[in-house]
């Protein structure tokens, strides 16, 4: 099945999956049943199960996943069998701690650029890398193929900024400023506002 036609709850789930796995490997287990994933993820075993059929079948009946071999395919699914590079726009405090933060890597992204338009911050070392001039975006992104890009720029610069970065055929955006964006088909962006998420949680206390 093709994967345009897979939910995107799907495959946002996929992750998650990725990161169990993972910790087992690390416990230093070989096989994993779909009801002990279930009860590390507060997920339905039937629902885990559903899930994975979409992309072929993984599982033994009366045996479970082989966690090395699932975990792989995982990887090939999501297109994270390497690294991706990552352009970073907006070095504030936020820019700066994501410039620094040392698990992307690991999970298959690596920043490798950073640009932001503050020339009291242009020139300077952040996470190892030196912060460009957000004006160079197009020449660097284009010249270096950079497909997934951050954006933590303030609210009032995120569209011009995601429209910079959809000119230079940036296909995958995660927007850290606190406003929805607008971007054509093909290009994904997912939204991060942890002030959202602390008020969907303030409901139930």
Known sequence: MPVEKVPD????RLPIYLRALTYLAEEGLEVVSSQELARRLGISSAQIRKDLSHFGEFGKQGTGYEIAYLREQLRQILHIQGVW???LVGCGALGRALANYQGFVAKGFEIT???DNDPA???QTVGGKTVLDAALMPQVICENNIRVAIVAVPSSAAQATVDTLVKCRVQAIL????????VPPGVQVQNIDPSVHLQRMTYYL
Do not use: L
């Not at 709850?9 to 946002?12: K, R, Y």
């Not at 927007?175 to 607008?182: F, K, L, T």
């Open 9 to 12: 709850i799907v495959v946002g």
């Open 85 to 87: 590079p990552v352009a």
């Open 113 to 115: 650029k950073v640009f």
């Open 121 to 123: 911050i242009i020139g």
């Open 175 to 182: 927007n850290y400023a606190p406003i929805n964006i607008s």
